[in-house]
């Protein structure tokens, strides 16, 4: 099975969602099955069938976060030395040298992308253009909107 890049960040979110599911979710959904099962026949009982989905939903988030931590690459930049290259979990600000239009992006994985707060993808088409470029570089990335320049103006590993 291959590792899937994640920020520390990212990880700790996934484990609070994991530990709400595993403490807080899932004993209520057992106490509403066992609450619909007191109503009689479960072949028409609508609260049992319905409760029944619900921890269908719930366990199979937990097994897939708890396959997603468990092949989970854990990268921290904060301690790693900035040397001005683009890197997974870096925050990059790039110029947009036909608008002069500043905008900060920080490259995550899959799940933790986030594109309301600037949180993007490892595989989307901008990070896959700014992976390895440096501080003052100057990338075209191709959008659905046609081919754009940016400058990197700043990169940050926080």
Known sequence: MSQYPMTARGAELLRAELHE??????????????????????????????????????????????????????????????????????????????TDEETAYRIVGDDEADIKQNLISINSPIARGLIGKELDDVVNIQTPGGTVEFEIINVDYI
Do not use: W
């Open 21 to 98: 599911l595993k403490s807080v979710k899932r004993p209520k959904i057992i106490e509403a099955i066992a609450e619909a099962r007191e109503h009689g026949d479960l072949k028409e009982n609508a609260e049992y069938h319905a409760a029944r989905e619900q921890q269908s939903f719930c366990e199979g988030r937990i097994q897939d976060i708890e396959g997603k931590l468990s092949n989970a690459q854990i990268i921290d930049v904060t301690k790693m030395p900035n040397n001005g290259k683009v890197i997974f979990g870096a925050t990059v600000t790039l110029l947009n040298v036909e």
